[in-house]
């Protein structure tokens, strides 16, 4: 699976959008983008995922660029509570038939200011 | 659903214990996964389960064993405690069928041999 490369750190004003990036240059064209976040100690939390096209959901948005070697997740109104470890993840889909192994780096450490 | 289970929720064991870290998921998953977390650090995979009776090795399996004899539960075996085993260990399940699914974590379980 591809490695990814985050900033270790960012912070963000509360109410402002939080754009996290996330490179991974080396990403295959069956390899998807997955986005978890994990809240202090707390297990890892799904937030989106995509392979091409950007995608949006209840809790954020997923840009890919053309080339797919990099992405953004954004949070459109962080709040305190956003405050976390946010994990860019590359791996196979599952139409490959094969187990799925996603490998987690060490994430973005999110902390968002009052 | 209560989703994902991990009891016990904290554990201490002396050098040389052994103990049973255990994991259920009522969500009818085929894929199950067991993670370790070190401080400060990403998740690295242990060992993985695409269904009931087949599991297979990740990245860090040494000191550890597994089983699958149902499709909900999957259970982690630790032999002969170290120190370096010290750690939170996370479990997770996906659906791992046609179609592309989040992973679903537990709560994790906090580990200290001493």
């Known amino acids: 699976d591809a490695k990814t490369t985050q900033p270790t750190s960012m912070d963000c004003a509360e109410g402002r959008a939080a754009n996290l990036p996330c490179n991974h240059s080396?990403?295959?064209?069956?390899?998807?983008v997955y986005w978890y976040r994990q809240i202090h100690s707390q297990g890892p939390q799904y937030i989106i995922h995509?392979?091409?096209n950007n995608e949006t959901n209840e809790m954020a948005s997923l840009i890919i660029t053309e080339d797919r070697k990099s992405s953004t997740l954004i949070l459109p109104h962080a709040t305190l509570r956003d405050t976390a470890v946010y994990y860019c993840?590359?791996?196979?889909?599952?139409?490959?038939?094969?187990?799925?192994?996603?490998?987690f780096g060490s994430g973005t450490q999110l902390t968002v200011l009052p | 659903n209560a989703g994902v289970t991990q009891t016990p929720k904290f554990r201490i064991l002396k050098i040389g214990q052994s103990m049973t870290l255990q994991c259920t998921q009522d969500?009818?998953?085929?894929?199950m996964y067991w993670y370790r977390q070190d401080p400060g650090m990403g998740l690295k995979l242990i060992y993985y389960?695409?269904?009931?009776?087949?599991?297979d090795k990740g990245e860090v399996p040494n000191g550890y064993n597994v089983s699958r004899s149902t499709t909900e539960d999957f259970p982690l075996r630790l032999e002969l405690a170290a120190p370096s085993q010290t750690s939170v260990y996370f479990c997770?399940?996906?659906?791992?069928?046609?179609?592309?699914?989040?992973?679903?974590f537990g709560n994790g379980t906090r580990l200290t041999v001493t």
């Open positions: 993840i590359v791996g196979r889909g599952l139409y490959s038939g094969s187990a799925r192994q996603l490998t």
């Open positions: 080396t990403i295959s064209g069956n390899e998807y």
């Open positions: 995509g392979l091409k």
């Open positions: 969500m009818n998953h085929n894929y």
């Open positions: 389960s695409v269904g009931a009776g087949i599991t």
């Open positions: 997770a399940s996906a659906i791992g069928t046609e179609y592309n699914s989040p992973l679903h």
